[in-house]
């Protein structure tokens, strides 16, 4: 019975924080917050994240046109970057050169199907760039789509307990009914609070990583005309 009427003790109190909000709230309630509070924290963690790892991927194709379109020799090229962690365009030009190089060692190059080889090669190379960059934006939209209903699981419950806590002080007066309400649609406010910056961030870096693998396969179908030229070149 005294646990009902906390909420009527906050009013006395005149407290009505959100800290208080949070104290005197329901078990379950508690946990809901907690939870969206958490996965708030999450997904701000995945967005700087992913902003900074996208920031860095642009500047480094931005960097690797520059040299690939200078006229720099493609096998110097090659040299400078094969013993280096790639990413980008780097890496789908590595991948391919590195398929280059292996059908022309030997006595007998292997020329044959050796432009479908390095057209796999790349698309292999551009599926796992992809993979990389979009590694997590599905727990942002989880949350997003998810995070409201969450925290109307835990309004729900929390008008339950205000509603059980009325029926206990035998008092419908606002001073008893606010805080229960107040400490209910918190939650709800916590869920919003996760879900509206998740999905505009889903999107947001969802049209980045549409942008970056864009651009990764442009170059790779400019970058497999020029071996397909030089194939037939010496064939």
């Known amino acids: 019975m005294n646990e009902l009427v906390q909420s009527t003790l906050t009013a006395q109190d005149g407290d009505i924080s959100f800290f208080a909000l949070f104290w005197e709230a329901h078990i379950v309630v508690k946990l809901v917050m907690m939870g969206l509070i958490g996965a708030s924290i999450w997904c701000w963690a995945i967005v700087v994240d992913k902003t900074l790892l996208y920031s860095r991927l642009r500047r480094q194709m931005n960097r690797f046109e520059t040299v690939f379109?200078?006229?720099?020799?493609?096998?110097?090229?090659?040299?400078t970057l094969q013993s280096r962690s790639n990413h980008g365009m780097a890496a789908v030009f590595v991948s391919a050169m590195r398929e280059w190089k292996r059908s022309h060692e030997g006595a007998r190059p292997a020329i044959a199907s050796l432009q479908q080889r390095i057209d796999k090669v790349m698309d292999v190379t551009l599926q796992r760039e992809a993979e990389r960059l979009e590694s997590r934006l599905l727990i942002l939209a989880t949350v997003g789509s998810a995070a409201p209903f969450i925290g109307l699981f835990g309004t729900v419950w929390g008008i339950m307990t205000a509603f059980q806590a009325i029926a206990a002080s035998e008092s419908t007066n606002l001073a008893v009914v606010a805080p229960g309400i107040a400490e209910a649609l918190f939650a709800t406010a916590l869920g919003l609070l996760a879900a509206i910056p998740a999905v505009i961030a889903y999107n947001k870096l969802s049209s980045d990583v549409s942008k970056a693998v864009g651009r990764m396969e442009g170059f790779a179908d400019e970058f497999s005309a020029?071996?397909?030229?030089q194939i037939d070149e010496r064939g």
């Open 69 to 79: 379109w200078s006229g720099q020799s493609l096998e110097e090229l090659y040299g």
């Open 226 to 229: 020029i071996l397909s030229r």
